[in-house]
């Protein structure tokens, strides 16, 4: 519990609360892990949910969707490098998983609000490059 906790102050606050409540029961290193990775599958998922909503906006846009995809890749990039440089301090150890994990599904969760906001565009707004639905 104490890991998970630790864990939690390196990432957003609203997330880790779930987790840590998700992941308060690990008995184990191991289930600790083993749940910070199904938070990332979790967040991962949600991502590309979001990531696939925009693309579909998109489809008439083929040079705005070319940019989309060519920066979610970069970003993904940004996060597993981010992310490791995070969890260097602890790289070796049996931590080190955790704290990767939760970074990766920290940054993935800031990742999405951030796309979200190009969901709810209004019509007319030019500065948002995601058609209004």
């Given at each position: 519990m104490r890991l998970t906790l630790l864990a939690c102050l390196i990432a957003a606050a609203s997330i880790c609360q779930v987790r840590a409540d998700d992941?308060?029961?690990?008995?184990?290193?191991?289930?600790?892990?083993?749940?910070?990775?199904?938070?990332?599958?979790?967040?991962?998922?949600?991502?590309?949910?979001?990531?696939?909503?925009?693309?579909?906006?998109?489809k008439d846009s083929q040079e705005t969707k070319q940019l989309?995809?060519?920066?979610?890749?970069?970003w993904v990039r940004f996060r597993d490098a981010e992310c490791a440089f995070s969890a260097s301090g602890v790289e070796g150890g049996s931590i080190y998983p955790t704290i990767l994990l939760n970074c990766r599904a920290s940054m993935t969760a800031d990742r999405i609000k951030g796309l979200a906001v190009y969901l709810k565009c209004e019509e007319g707004d030019l500065a948002c490059p995601v058609p209004a639905k």
């Open positions: 992941c308060a029961s690990s008995a184990s290193q191991t289930d600790m892990n083993l749940c910070e990775d199904a938070a990332l599958k979790r967040a991962d998922a949600e991502l590309n949910k979001t990531y696939q909503e925009i693309l579909e906006r998109l989309l995809v060519a920066s979610q890749r970069l």
